[in-house]
């Protein structure tokens, strides 16, 4: 067993995806299911019902029309499309329940979301056509940091102040400390949630996107290249002109990306942390706001 995967042993339970993610995981596998078949199993769960809905009707989300009702919320959405931004919302409210003693969850849940949202409008200013996946990939890169900071925070501590006084990179010193680093340990994370193997891949390759297997290498540049701009906006244009592609899928990040990605962010982070979030969680949030 690897060290990850002890490491997550007695996490396993608590942070388990909940009974309706599974339902829908299920219908997704079966080439009968109706639409009517994805309203009931969100309907035992109506918190989460109503924040399809919200999302459907979102503004960043992208879709074109007003939806009434959960019907109408999942036909506008589309099942594959479903189940991302399912995922995302499920993943922050596991999370959400679990605090950290030493980490902030609103300020990680928000540049989750940032992250998120710098990649959703690389993808998009690329013209590649994978819906808002990209979104919930960009969401869950650091997941990784979460289960550590849940278990371990402590050791998750000293590998961030270590890293940050002594310029190391961060997976360096968390292998160090822990024996793998939070990319490995969110791709066993995902694993164990039995996602689809383009989140464990994607997000155990990012930081190295040239040792990713052929089927997910552009994904994995553009999860990358996000993550250069979101992270370094300065130094990004000398990023990009440094990485040989071959054979890319994807148009060229236009000139002005930073500026497009800022823009997106400032318009629609409140709007997205607000829908995702737990409502308890944004509730106790503002309570405790100075």
């Not at 199993?41 to 019902?49: E, K, V």
């Not at 503004?59 to 589309?78: H, T, V």
């Not at 949630?193 to 040792?211: A, C, N, Q, R």
């Not at 244009?237 to 060229?252: C, E, I, N, R, Y």
């Amino acid at each position: 067993m690897r060290a990850e995967q002890r490491f997550l042993c007695d996490l396993a339970e608590r942070i388990s995806m909940p009974e309706v993610y599974l339902k829908i995981r299920v219908l997704l596998e079966k080439p009968g299911a109706r639409i009517d078949d994805y309203v009931k199993a969100l309907q035992t769960d109506p918190m989460l019902a109503i924040r399809m809905i919200r999302i459907a009707n979102s503004e960043f989300f992208g879709f074109k029309r007003q939806a009434a009702d959960l019907d109408e919320a999942i036909s506008l959405i589309g099942t594959i499309q479903l189940h991302d931004l399912l995922l995302s919302s499920l993943c922050m409210r596991t999370f959400c329940n679990m605090p950290s003693p030493v980490l902030d969850l609103r300020q990680f849940w928000r540049q989750a979301i940032e992250s998120g949202i710098a990649c959703q409008t690389i993808a998009r200013l690329s013209h590649v056509p994978a819906g808002n996946r990209f979104f919930t990939l960009g969401l869950l890169l650091e997941i990784g940091h979460a289960a550590m900071f849940v278990k371990a925070p402590e050791q998750a501590l000293e590998a961030l102040l270590t890293s940050r006084d002594q310029g190391l990179p961060i997976d360096a010193q968390e292998r160090k400390i822990f024996g793998f680093d939070y990319c490995q340990l969110g791709a066993e994370l995902t694993r164990l949630w039995h996602l689809p193997e383009v989140y464990s891949h994607i997000i155990g390759h990012y930081l190295h996107p040239e040792l990713s297997a052929p089927p997910y290498r552009n994904e994995t540049y553009l999860i990358y290249f996000a993550q250069q701009l979101f992270n370094a906006p300065e130094h990004f244009s000398k990023t990009l002109a440094a990485v040989p592609l071959k054979d890319d899928q994807f148009g060229p990040i236009p000139a002005n990306a930073k500026d497009v990605v800022a823009q997106e962010i400032a318009q629609h982070l409140d709007e997205v942390y607000q829908m995702l979030c737990p409502l308890n969680f944004v509730a106790n949030q503002g309570a405790s706001a100075p």
